[in-house]
């Protein structure tokens, strides 16, 4: 959820922790601050985005810092309230992510021994308690604070008159990096690719000091050793390289990544797990869950195979059978759902399979089988390459096991979405922006990409919008229909086709606009529809990604047309670390 950021080398630290946050602030962004150590400890936070708002924060002194940019949790967005936090010395300052569970038991007894607190968050605890054990090791004081801490964190502390930074890991990423006599820590690997790309990913219950003479980790007491690794992520990939907004480049990146995740060669023994299992089950969260209806209705009706999707959300507290796989699917690889659902499905003796999109996450570490997207770092907060290449992977899956008879089609996707590109949404964008509810209607594996289509477009535009099974809009929404009501409507060529034009025409009959998104040359659906969307007459197997592509540009240009913050929706974070 919230980003954080470390440095410490021969350069001026804030203009790194900076640039930094900035990279970071699809993690949330509703305030930031950072923390500098040169002749004392100074430090600038406030409300509001660090891109919009850096110039003081980067004219802090010193060579050693760290920096926060904020997704409120605990105490609403505002100055105070922003990392870092200090001790009532203003000598100590952390920053953190994740949640302090026992907060307020921790807070009352600290407050009896007469500490001050500032704000309202969990996370100025941390800091205080460090205080208590603070004699001039600051390794030492984080070492007996943490075990007084229930809950998730990933956490950075500095302290006047120590020269370290130190960093802390539970159940909250954070990764390290060794530059040229220069050091980082962050959230994740984007803030770090522009100096280097040797990393070192932190287990949970890992302590770590970076200091001018190199990086030492603790774990359970006692020294240990973490190897670094080579990140191959191409910094060009995380700018936007001319397009308005991340989401488009990102968009305008699926053929490749689509081709990449289809043809990546899988683990034989992953494959075998997915045939020994007796039954699959899938975890997951919001567009990602997505992504695994689709995966259901692809295998059971390719493979026979039956699944079982479960939103890692409910799973905690509402645990169905367990099933002999447990697959858990999350571009991040961090959201705190999915990870407890995957644990608890080890616990019951289930296998595990991860499929993330980056390397040394929360979940490699966990499930027993792990496969990659190949999206590269993904940017806006709405999630666009990272979903095409989960279908993608599951596709190649079926393929596999299928004995790779759809590997010619599976070859030709990506030549579909590059036509899906050129096609013109402005017409449609034109009727959704007017309206105030949008439906968005398909059957079969178009309901899932329907419940995406939806997903996709009240997030970055702000308007209503569902997603329905097509027959089941005449159980209730009916009601809703009106010209101010535009349904888009999912119409590729499949047993369903005819329903569903017998479903738009319905729909019609009750005033509302139709966008239909079908084959090109398809001259009934032309003739329905108020206006129609076309996709390339391809494959059966090629419709699901070509109308997904679609969705996406429609609910972009609808977003643009209104002129909303595409790449940094309102109240919303890219990584959910909380539960
Ligand atoms: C957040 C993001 C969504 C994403 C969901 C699950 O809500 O904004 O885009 O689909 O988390 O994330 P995951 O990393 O598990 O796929």
Not at 8 to 14: D, E, F, P, S, V
Not at 148 to 161: F, P, Q, R, V
Not at 336 to 344: C, F, G, S, V, Y
């Amino acid at each position: 959820m919230c980003g954080i950021v470390g440095y410490l080398g021969m350069k001026q630290a804030a203009p790194m922790l900076v640039s930094g946050l900035k990279r970071l602030e699809y993690r949330g962004y509703d305030s930031f601050g950072i923390a500098t150590i040169g002749s004392s400890l100074v430090s600038a936070k406030k409300c509001g985005r660090i891109s919009e708002s850096d110039g003081y924060a980067a004219s802090l002194e010193g060579r050693m810092g760290i920096g926060h940019t904020r997704w409120a949790t605990h105490g609403v967005p505002n100055d105070v309230n922003s990392h870092p936090h200090l001790d009532c010395t203003g000598s100590i300052a952390i920053v953190h992510n994740g949640i302090i569970e026992n907060y307020s038991v921790l807070r009352r007894h600290l407050e009896g021994r007469g500490h001050h607190f500032a704000s309202e968050t969990d996370t100025e605890v941390i800091v205080h308690i460090i205080e208590e054990y603070y004699t001039g090791d600051l390794l030492e004081a984080v070492k007996k604070t943490l075990p007084h801490l229930e809950g998730s964190y990933a956490i950075l502390a500095i302290a006047e008159n120590d020269p370290r930074i130190i960093a802390a890991r539970e159940a909250s990423p954070l990764v390290l990096g060794i530059g040229d006599g220069e050091w980082f820590a962050a959230s994740d690997m984007t803030p770090l690719l522009d100096y280097t790309q040797q990393v070192v990913f932190l287990e949970d219950g890992d302590i770590a000091a970076l200091s001018p003479d190199g990086i030492c980790v603790f774990h359970e007491g006692v020294e240990v050793s973490r190897s670094a690794e080579r990140i191959e992520w191409d910094i060009e990939a995380a700018k936007k390289g001319g397009f308005a907004h991340f989401m488009l480049k990102e968009i305008f990146e699926q053929p490749k990544v689509f081709y990449d995740s289809v043809s990546a060669a899988i683990d034989p023994a992953t494959i075998r797990a997915i045939q020994d299992a007796g039954g699959l089950m899938v975890v997951a969260c919001g567009t990602s869950y997505h992504a695994a209806l689709i995966f259901r209705y692809l295998i059971e009706q390719l493979c026979q195979i039956p699944v079982r999707v479960e939103l890692a959300s409910e799973f905690k507290y509402f645990t169905p059978p367990m099933q002999d796989l447990v697959i858990a699917v999350t571009q991040s690889g961090e959201t705190a759902d999915t990870i407890a659902a995957l644990k608890m499905a080890k616990a019951h003796n289930c296998g595990t399979l991860g499929i993330t999109n980056v390397l040394g996450s929360s979940v490699t570490r966990v499930a027993d089988h792990i496969v990659y997207t190949q999206a590269g770092p993904e940017i806006s907060v709405a999630a666009t390459k990272s979903f095409i290449a989960q279908i993608a992977v599951f596709l190649n899956l079926i393929n596999n096991l299928c004995d790779r008879q759809y590997d010619e089609v599976l070859h030709t996707v990506h030549q579909a979405i590059e036509t899906v590109l050129l096609e013109d949404i402005s017409v449609a964008a034109e009727y959704c922006k007017r309206a105030h509810d949008i439906f968005f209607i398909g059957r079969g594996v178009m309901y899932p990409a329907a419940l995406e289509g939806a997903l996709k477009m009240k997030e970055i535009t702000y308007i209503h919008a569902e997603g329905y099974a097509a027959g089941e809009l005449k159980h209730g929404p009916f009601s809703l229909l009106s010209p101010e009501t535009p349904v888009v409507a999912l119409c590729t060529p499949g047993d369903s086709y005819a329903v569903m034009l017998s479903n738009i025409k319905e729909v019609k009959a009750r005033g509302a606009p139709v966008i239909g998104i079908g084959r090109e040359g398809d001259r009934e659906l032309a003739e329905v529809a108020d206006v129609m969307i076309s996709v390339p007459p391809t494959h059966p197997l090629t419709d699901i990604v070509t109308t997904s592509v679609v969705l996406q540009l429609l609910a972009y240009h609808t977003a643009n047309a209104l002129g909303r913050d595409i790449d940094k929706p309102r109240n919303l974070a890219k990584s959910v670390t909380v539960e």
